[in-house]
């Protein structure tokens, strides 16, 4: 029970149910209820879809996952090498407009942002992208 989980992953789309999983039990370990668990598997799952899609833009490459416990909240934090991008400053257009989006994507930053209580961005020393997700819990 408890310490920190990773998981190495290839970024290919067929690896996202592995990934779910990673992040179901991880949590699970953590002593995360339901609720919380369900939205992390959501935010991830959007955020590696992000990554894989436009980061890499379907090129080779790997993801680091890892999910710890504070206090009171989840953290995850996915590290790639992709191409930059800061996800925590993007700014939506009001999407009730533009009903043609849902086809081409769009949403999955707003509602990363919808799920999780804080995201933030860095760009590591050695490169790359750091994106951290943390989910309070009580």
Known sequence: MGGKHTLVIKAELSKLEEIRRFI??????????????SDLRLAVDEAVTNI?????QNRQGTIEISIDRDADALIVCLRDTAAHFDPSSYVASDQRALPERE????????????????VSYRVPDAG???????????
Request: glycine residues 14%; proline residues 2%.
């Open 24 to 37: 179901e039990s991880s949590a699970k370990s953590l002593r995360a209820d339901g609720r919380a668990i």
């Open 52 to 56: 894989i899609a436009y980061g890499y």
């Open 103 to 118: 086809a081409a994507g769009g949403f999955g930053i707003p509602l990363i942002k919808q799920v999780v209580d804080e």
């Open 128 to 138: 790359g992208n750091e994106l951290t997700l943390i989910k309070h819990t009580e």
